[in-house]
Nanobody, 112 residues
Framework: VQLVESGGGLVQPGGSLRLSCAAS????????MSWVRQAPGKGLEWVSD???????RYADSVKGRCTISRDNAKKTTYLQLNSLKPEDTALYYC???????WGQGTQVTVSS
């Protein structure tokens, strides 16, 4: 099982980013996918997940500013982040919990 994130970067407050997670090594269409983040000096925070059927859930901290989606043909999960705030600065991980699989993370930095 391999998960590879991309799309992070430096963005000004109020800006947007789209994170991507390319999956391989398992039957992608059958499983939940999640995003988890870790801010500097803090613990892990669950951000969002999407079921195999497309059902979505969001942490209160990102609800209304964040959209998770999946492209089963591309085996890719996306996290669209809008109206970014400095407190969104973190390393964002793609996670498949059934396989205990984590990507390497992609850094999001929100700063002026």
């Amino acid at each position: 099982v391999q998960l590879v994130e991309s799309g992070g970067g430096l963005v000004q407050p109020g800006g947007s980013l789209r994170l991507s997670c390319a999956a391989s090594g398992f039957t992608y269409t059958s499983y939940y996918m999640s995003w988890v983040r870790q801010a500097p000096g803090k613990g892990l925070e669950w951000v969002s997940d999407i079921s195999s059927g497309g059902g979505t859930r969001y942490a209160d901290s990102v609800k209304g500013r964040c959209t998770i989606s999946r492209d089963n043909a591309k085996k890719t999960t996306y996290l669209q982040l809008n109206s970014l705030k400095p407190e969104d600065t973190a390393l964002y991980y793609c996670v498949q919990s059934s396989f205990h699989a984590w990507g390497q993370g992609t850094q999001v930095t929100v700063s002026s």
